[in-house]
């Protein structure tokens, strides 16, 4: 199975960037997934890695070393509306998706 | 609009008693699941279904039963509710097994 390690919570400024990282060890890999779930809401997909390195969609990026088995979500320029828990989920070889207890970032003006 | 919907929203159960909680997509995704999410435990697989007509058995399944007649419903059920059983209930579903699921709204349960 699938061990999952990310903070439980994050704070910071309004305009700074947060680092959230996320340790994980698997059973074979395909795939490394950020979900977004603001609260009292479903979880929405943020951003997929499954090779090395680093991907970026707009404000917010994600990085994988899988020999490390270590991800991080970059989240710049802030806003109040990225305060949200953030939630690490690694596919295994069997493509069975095992979710960490996300990481809840509050966003203060 | 395309999605999911859950039923009902949120539920006060007395132990002991037995409920279904409902879950409808209309995307004709071929995958259903069910999670529950607890604190600092995260989302973890209670059932699934690959397609119509079949059902397998997720991470956490004891206490728990699903059905799946057609594509379009996933109904789970707690045959004797007990407390542990309190949690944030998410349907999800994905166009084909393996894909990536996307999230119903969830159902709040508590069972005392």
């Known amino acids: 199975g699938q061990n999952i390690d990310q903070p439980t919570e994050m704070t910071a400024t309004e305009g700074a960037i947060v680092q959230i990282n996320c340790t994980y060890q698997?059973?074979?890999?395909?795939?490394l997934f950020w979900y977004q779930q603001h609260a009292g809401e479903a979880p929405t997909f943020l951003s997929y890695n499954v090779l090395d390195g680093l991907e970026e969609k707009g404000r917010f990026s994600s990085f994988l070393s899988r020999s490390k088995g270590y991800s991080y979500l970059l989240l710049k320029e802030l806003q109040m509306k990225d305060s949200a828990s953030y939630l690490c989920a690694v596919r295994d070889r069997d493509y069975k998706l095992s979710f960490g207890a996300g990481t809840t970032v509050t966003v203060r003006a | 609009i395309a999605g999911i919907t859950q039923a009902p929203t949120s539920q006060i159960l007395a132990a002991g008693r037995r409920m279904t909680l409902r879950c409808t997509q209309d995307?004709?995704?071929?995958?259903m699941y069910w999670y529950r999410q607890d604190l600092g435990l995260g989302l973890r697989l209670i059932h699934y279904s690959n397609t119509a007509g079949t059902t397998g058995k997720g991470e956490v399944p004891d206490g728990y039963s699903v059905s799946r007649a057609n594509t379009d419903d996933f109904p789970l059920t707690l045959a004797s509710a007990v407390p542990s059983q309190t949690s944030v209930y998410f349907c999800?579903?994905?166009?084909?097994?393996?894909?990536?699921?996307?999230f119903g709204p969830g159902t709040r349960l508590t069972v005392l």
């Open positions: 999800a579903s994905s166009e084909r097994a393996h894909d990536l699921p996307f």
């Open positions: 995307m004709r995704h071929n995958a």
């Open positions: 698997t059973s074979g890999f395909n795939g």
